[in-house]
C-alpha cells in the first residue's frame, strides 16, 4: 500500500483533490480535520481534555464543542492554539495510524491523509510521499470569500498561521498546481497516479 500525505494552505483545494481520488482510484481517503472532530466529540478521547482545557462555556446545550466558537479563540491566541494541538494532533495521528494498518490488512492500493498540519506534525514518518496543493494567494482568498463567506481579516489570521509556499515546497516530493481550471488539476494528479502505476 502507497501512503500518500496532501497538504496546502487554506483555500487551496485539498478537497477538490481528495473527491476526484476518491471516486476515480480505488484508495481510503482521510482528513486530519475530520479525525478530530469525531475525537472531540462527546464520549471520545479529546473531548474530556478540551472541555477542561477552555472550561464549559465551550460546550452547546446537546453536550457538544461549539466548534465556531473554539475556532475563534483558537486563531487569536497561539499559545491555546498550541495547548489544543497538543491534545488533539497525537490522538489523530493515533487514529489514522491505526486505520492504515486497517487498510494494509484489507489490500488497499492507495491511503491518502489529508491534514493542514502534514508537516509541523511529522507524517512524513509514516507516508511514502507528500503532495503539496499549491494555489495562487488571490484565488484562494477569493475561494474562501465565496465558497466560505471568510473576511479579509479572517483569511489574513489563517494564512499567518499557515506554513509559507517555500516552506510547503521543501518538505514535499510532489506539487500540484491548482490555480486554473479544474481539468488542469485532474490532468496532473492523472500524470502521478499514472507513475505509481506503472513503476
Same mark, same amino acid.
Given at each position: 500500500?502507497?501512503?500518500?500525505?496532501?497538504?496546502?494552505?487554506?483555500?487551496?483545494?485539498?478537497?477538490?483533490?481528495?473527491?476526484?481520488?476518491?471516486?476515480?482510484?480505488?484508495?481510503?481517503?482521510?482528513?486530519?480535520?475530520?479525525?478530530?472532530?469525531?475525537?472531540?466529540?462527546?464520549?471520545?478521547?479529546?473531548?474530556?481534555?478540551?472541555?477542561?482545557?477552555?472550561?464549559?462555556?465551550?460546550?452547546?446545550?446537546?453536550?457538544?464543542?461549539?466548534?465556531?466558537?473554539?475556532?475563534?479563540?483558537?486563531?487569536?491566541?497561539?499559545?491555546?492554539?498550541?495547548?489544543?494541538?497538543?491534545?488533539?494532533?497525537?490522538?489523530?495521528?493515533?487514529?489514522?495510524?491505526?486505520?492504515?494498518?486497517?487498510? *494494509?490488512?484489507?489490500?488497499?492500493?492507495?491511503?491518502? +491523509?489529508? &491534514?493542514?498540519? #502534514?508537516? =509541523? @506534525?511529522?507524517?512524513? %514518518?509514516? $507516508?511514502?510521499?507528500?503532495?503539496?496543493?499549491?494555489?495562487?494567494?488571490?484565488?484562494?482568498?477569493?475561494?474562501?470569500?465565496?465558497?466560505? *463567506?471568510?473576511?479579509?481579516?479572517?483569511?489574513?489570521? +489563517?494564512? &499567518?498561521?499557515? #506554513?509559507? =509556499? @517555500?516552506?510547503?515546497? %521543501?518538505? $514535499?516530493?510532489?506539487?500540484?498546481?491548482?490555480?486554473?481550471?479544474?481539468?488542469?488539476?485532474?490532468?496532473?494528479?492523472?500524470?502521478?497516479?499514472?507513475?505509481?502505476?506503472?513503476?
Amino acid at each position: 500500500m502507497k501512503i500518500i500525505g496532501i497538504t496546502g494552505g487554506v483555500g487551496s483545494g485539498k478537497t477538490e483533490v481528495l473527491e476526484y481520488l476518491a471516486r476515480n482510484y480505488e484508495c481510503t481517503v482521510i482528513q486530519a480535520d475530520e479525525a478530530a472532530h469525531l475525537l472531540m466529540k462527546p464520549g471520545k478521547a479529546c473531548y474530556p481534555k478540551v472541555v477542561a482545557l477552555l472550561g464549559p462555556g465551550f460546550v452547546d446545550e446537546e453536550g457538544e464543542l461549539n466548534r465556531p466558537k473554539v475556532s475563534s479563540v483558537v486563531f487569536r491566541d497561539p499559545g491555546l492554539r498550541e495547548k489544543i494541538n497538543g491534545i488533539v494532533h497525537p490522538a489523530v495521528k493515533e487514529y489514522i495510524t491505526k486505520q492504515i494498518k486497517n487498510e *494494509e490488512k484489507e489490500g488497499t492500493p492507495y491511503f491518502f +491523509i489529508e &491534514a493542514a498540519l #502534514l508537516i =509541523e @506534525d511529522k507524517y512524513d %514518518e509514516i $507516508c511514502d510521499e507528500l503532495w503539496y496543493i499549491y494555489a495562487d494567494e488571490q484565488v484562494r482568498r477569493e475561494r474562501l470569500m465565496e465558497s466560505r *463567506e471568510y473576511t479579509a481579516h479572517k483569511i489574513d489570521e +489563517i494564512i &499567518a498561521s499557515q #506554513l509559507s =509556499e @517555500d516552506e510547503f515546497e %521543501e518538505h $514535499c516530493n510532489f506539487t500540484i498546481d491548482n490555480s486554473g481550471e479544474l481539468e488542469e488539476m485532474i490532468r496532473q494528479i492523472d500524470q502521478r497516479m499514472n507513475f505509481y502505476e506503472t513503476m
